[in-house]
């Protein structure tokens, strides 16, 4: 008899996004006259740029002629597309990290849920506490969390960092020496940053316990202080216990086309063995490669061109984080992020639950948002929004909220 994967089952309830999902289709189907603004989900707006449409243009053509034909990629990624990764996101910010330290992908989604498969399940987690749910739940799927306690909505084998006001929603290093920690700057979903001085912390505090600290930098373009790192490895001695995920999903608006990367140092080691065999042999054998179409489309976002199409993209959701926050500010919320991130992480009324928030916002102004408790238990009597819809739509959920 075919027995299935019993971790699945220690995981509460569905996904966070597809349970907001159902709950907006059956408020819907209800009211068909409502019309619903959508500040939950983390999906871009704005089309692709010019320059990254033209690529994807030529890469097409390229496509259908035998002579530039393209089939199976490269396991690591096209050298054209990881050599100006290599070059514009590391070595121009002073971090030697080479073209074969870089693995591409279908977004770093994935990359951080698969991570976790070169490490023994015998490896101890820690997060923060809100979360990015995928960091917890591919660990529960793998069978490294224990069991989950409803009563403190917690697992039982995983460490949870508090991120709160009282600490600027950053983690205080942990009493407990985690195997593997998940830290994700600019964060989601409270839109915190870490300073440079207290992330080395965390590269020490690695180092001195042979630890990985497992580094989710997807947001890093959106970062608009001088002394907020974009990568871990501007870190001394990163190289040494630190791996990093990035997206082009919101710096270049690719939630649609799906490209990713992951970064992992030639000489990071753990109990004697490098990282780079397993992360390649796990690569190789299970994933073909990123189309060459989507690719060349990552290539021409480090142009002069792309690069001055995509800064202007992101622009505009910065303006629109800094109109919810000023106009959530103005009608009396206690808001937090929205200035190096796309997210704004705002305090619950009248201490609602995350959730009676949820369904107080799509009842009375038909506007939705992500309760802060589906991050973790501390996120609890909080709510995020993002700053990823159309600007119109920006401007009539924030007169919305003023009519509350």
């Excluded at 802060?372 to 119109?392: D, I």
Aim: proline letters at 5%; hydrophobic letters at 35%; charged letters at 25%.
């Amino acid at each position: 008899m075919a027995r299935i994967n019993y971790n699945y089952l220690k995981l509460p309830g569905s996904y966070l996004f597809s349970t907001i999902g159902k709950k907006v289709s059956e408020f819907s189907e209800k009211n068909p006259d409502k019309e619903i603004i959508r500040l939950g989900i983390g999906d871009v707006t704005q089309p692709l740029a010019p320059a990254i449409v033209d690529a994807l243009h030529n890469a097409v053509d390229e496509m259908g002629n035998s002579d530039t034909f393209k089939g199976y990629a490269p396991d690591l990624g096209y050298d054209f597309l990881r050599n100006i990764i290599s070059e514009k996101d590391f070595k121009d910010r002073g971090c030697d990290i080479d073209l074969d330290e870089i693995f591409v992908s279908d977004g770093a989604k994935s990359d951080c849920g698969n991570i976790q498969e070169i490490f023994g399940l015998d490896n101890k987690i820690a997060v923060c506490d809100p979360v990015y749910p995928v960091y917890v739940d591919s660990n529960v799927m793998a069978g490294r969390t224990g069991e989950y306690m409803p009563e403190i909505e917690r697992f039982k084998d995983v460490i949870y960092m508090k991120c709160t006001k009282e600490n600027d929603f950053t983690p205080d290093i942990p009493d407990e020496i985690p195997d593997l920690i998940y830290l994700c700057f600019p964060n989601n979903p409270t839109g915190a940053v870490m300073k440079k001085d207290k992330l080395q912390e965390w590269v020490d505090f690695a180092n001195r316990n042979d630890s990985i600290i497992l580094y989710d930098a997807a947001y890093e373009a959106f970062i608009s202080e001088d002394d907020v790192p974009h990568s871990i490895y501007e870190c001394e001695g990163a190289k040494d216990c630190a791996i990093e995920f990035r997206s082009f999903s919101k710096t270049a608006g690719f939630t649609g086309l799906r490209l990713g990367y992951t970064v992992i140092p030639k000489e990071l080691s753990t109990g004697g063995e490098k990282l780079w065999p397993l992360w390649a042999r796990r690569h190789g054998t299970k994933y073909n490669g990123a189309p060459y179409i989507v690719q060349r489309a990552g290539e021409a976002a480090y142009s002069d061109e792309g690069r001055k199409q995509i800064r202007a993209q992101i622009q505009y959701y910065k303006e629109n984080a800094s109109i919810i926050s000023e106009g959530l500010k103005r009608a009396g919320y206690e808001i937090y992020g929205g200035v190096n991130a796309p997210y704004i992480w705002m305090k619950t009324p009248d201490d609602m639950t995350s959730w009676e928030f949820f369904d107080y916002l799509l009842e009375k102004v038909n506007v939705v948002g992500t309760p802060g408790s589906g991050f973790g238990p501390s996120g609890e009597h909080y709510f995020r929004l993002t700053a990823f819809g159309s600007r119109e739509n920006t401007l009539r959920a924030i007169e919305r909220f003023g009519n509350l």
